[in-house]
């Protein structure tokens, strides 16, 4: 990878260092058991918006195969995996796929190690999801990765996926 697209391996490489040091407290950020300075009020509407989007996921119903990017610590592998009949799990840090692997605990996730910048499908899915990762898709890279993430598809795929946007709530996006 070099400066071809504006961005240079150096930066790339720091992302990937930088969440392969998140990954022992991704979790924990998530569940916002980390100290973040939020108020109750701030955590309690953090909660209602990751229920409205597991939900609009649990409502899409991805069968078949289904193929995320940048899947972390599992907490998406395990909700795709109510309706997929299997999940390729693929991300950068080999820590996330550590803790993905030891949270799921199922052979119907096959998981990749791989920078998603260079790495292509093998295969087309039925769906794709992407959680908390578009928004860290350099814009110089995005029209590849949104190419990459339209081949991976069969014909009438779904996509799902989820960023943070601001501190817009969820309620006013939709």
């Not at 990017?69 to 796929?97: F, K, N």
Request: with cysteine.
């Amino acid at each position: 990878m070099g400066n071809e697209e504006g961005i240079t391996a150096d930066i790339l490489n720091e992302m990937a260092a930088y969440y392969r040091a998140r990954a022992p407290e991704y979790d924990a950020w998530f569940a916002r058991r980390e100290q973040r300075g939020d108020s109750p009020a701030e955590n309690d509407l953090w909660f209602a918006e990751v229920g409205l989007v597991f939900a609009a996921l649990d409502d899409l119903a991805m069968g078949g195969h289904v193929l995320e990017l940048a899947a972390g610590s599992g907490i998406w592998t395990e909700r795709l995996l109510r309706a997929a009949a299997h999940v390729t799990a693929v991300d950068v840090a080999p820590e996330m796929i550590t803790l993905n692997r030891a949270r799921i605990g199922d052979d119907r996730v096959r998981y990749i190690l791989a920078d998603l910048f260079t790495w292509h499908p093998d295969q087309t899915y039925e769906g794709v999801c992407f959680a908390f990762w578009l928004s860290h898709v350099p814009r110089e890279r995005l029209d590849a990765f949104l190419d990459m993430v339209a081949a991976a598809l069969k014909p009438g795929g779904k996509v799902f996926f989820v960023d943070s946007k601001g501190q817009q709530p969820v309620s006013e996006l939709a």
